[in-house]
Nanobody, 124 residues
């Protein structure tokens, strides 16, 4: 699976962005999809994940983005989205999409496929 993330940019505090991640291959709907982020000088951290379609769609978020970010997937387009609203300066990071089989995980280490990252900068 190859992943291509896009949609990052510069936005003011309180603004919105929508990230997209397009996956190659014909089995996209069988993958758990996750979004992670890495701020300068920090470790990569979990942001959100969405389960694969065969078990019914469930979504998961880190506490700091609950109520502001929404993860969704369009299997017909092989795409996962991250809608980010009410952005804060602390959301500034490179955002990565990732894919894995089977169960949802918040761990960076268990995702098998990664996109190249897209930079989100939130100005104060």
């Amino acid at each position: 699976v190859q992943l291509q993330a896009s949609g990052g940019g510069l936005v003011q505090t309180g603004g919105s962005l929508r990230l997209s991640c397009v996956a190659s291959g014909r089995t996209f709907d069988s993958y758990v999809m996750g979004w992670f982020r890495q701020a300068p000088g920090k470790e990569r951290e979990f942001v959100a994940a969405i389960s694969w379609s065969g078990v019914g769609i469930s979504t998961y978020y880190t506490d700091s983005v609950k109520g502001r970010f929404t993860i969704s997937r369009d299997n017909a387009k092989n795409t996962v989205y991250l809608q980010m609203n009410s952005l804060k300066p602390e959301d500034t990071a490179v955002y990565y999409c990732a894919a894995k089989r089977s169960v949802v995980s918040r761990s960076v280490n268990v995702y098998d496929y990664w996109g190249q990252g897209t930079l989100v900068t939130v100005s104060s």
